[in-house]
């Protein structure tokens, strides 16, 4: 989803400046503070999977590192409404151009379904906003155990009464895949360059073991006859 | 789902009647086939909720059932892909008439899920079929915990991140939601005079601390100003 599906950091830039404008706060680098704040994501996650923390959703984690950000941009100051309105922007990312039709082409002839991190309450609501037209929505949260984890890939299969070969894991991040095909899920890599912004430089190159390449969501379908 | 969004009974007999005339079946009673098997429904998940059983999905409760109703009808001789065909009859259900329109236009004010005790695979393929338009499935499957247990209505709260005040609870069948009550949740009863054919004789007359009693989907969409 974040990245994949959606494009993460534009948006939080474009919600930060709008909720910047609106509030009269002084000028903020949005795009450095959804660059911090994405690089809390794998750190909090990580101490949900060794067990320092309990159970978290994402929107809690998301939280726990904006928090720990604000002093750093000057905005120690917002109250518990705007911290909780800006956690929120998660929830209200913007697809990529091409990820409403893709997906609605590839829904004709596969059950899609998203399997990401983000919990089924952001999933839901992002989905609704953006019109995501999934057949289901499955989460980190269905599962209580977070990607790489193996259990949300079979997990997945399992719910679907499919065997893991029957599943593709579709992502743009080659560590997301190489994870689903450790659990003998098929895998399609979708080359988002622009994920972490003009000066992202993403890892794009062709790699052995990657079932599809593609450009994106409309590309993704043409290649798997949909 | 059963008899609230699809007819069970109905589309039972239906599809029972087309794979008998296929099958060169002698002639069957689908009526009474499909009342048996879903007779055997509640039993059969009580000895899940109980812990005779360990959880076992709805699908494997519907293939115990018929497996033990196969003789009575005079189908014993039927094998494993023919068995497995007729048990999927369940992923198959037809919706009632007004079910599609009236949660299409639900869908554009709420966020509609399903709370069902059928499996994640089933309600997936029957809302592929059938057209129907949720924005997520829960199942008991989800939870693991069949209806009427209160870690399914609390569980869809928590996962949508609502109070259970703030989810309302729509079937057909009062005991259903006279649980999702005592758990918190509002209710909306709707009436299926047909669910169980027409000699079915339901339970439809109003009763207290039901929030909403609609004659149908649509009716339930007017009255909830969507």
Known sequence: MFGTVVDWRGSIIRQGGAF????????VDWGALADAWRAGYQPAMARVRSGE????????????ILDSLLPRFGLSDLGEADRDHLNKAWHRLD?????????T???????IATLSNGN????????????????????????????????????????????PSQVMMVASHKDDLRAASSAGLRTAFVRRPLEFGPGGNPDLAPEEGLDVIAQDFLDLARQLGA
Do not use: N, Q
């Open 120 to 163: 089924v309450s952001l999933l839901t609501a992002m989905a609704k906003r953006a019109g995501l037209p999934w057949d289901c929505i499955f989460s980190a949260e269905t599962f209580h155990h977070y990607k790489p984890d193996p259990e949300t890939y079979l997990g997945v299969a399992g719910l679907l009464d499919l065997g």
């Open 105 to 111: 082409r590839l829904k004709r002839r596969y059950v």
């Open 20 to 27: 910047g404008r609106e509030r009269g706060l002084h000028v």
């Open 53 to 64: 923390l309990p159970w978290t959703k994402i929107d809690a984690l998301h939280r726990m």
């Open 95 to 103: 697809p990529w151009p091409d990820s409403v039709e893709g997906l």
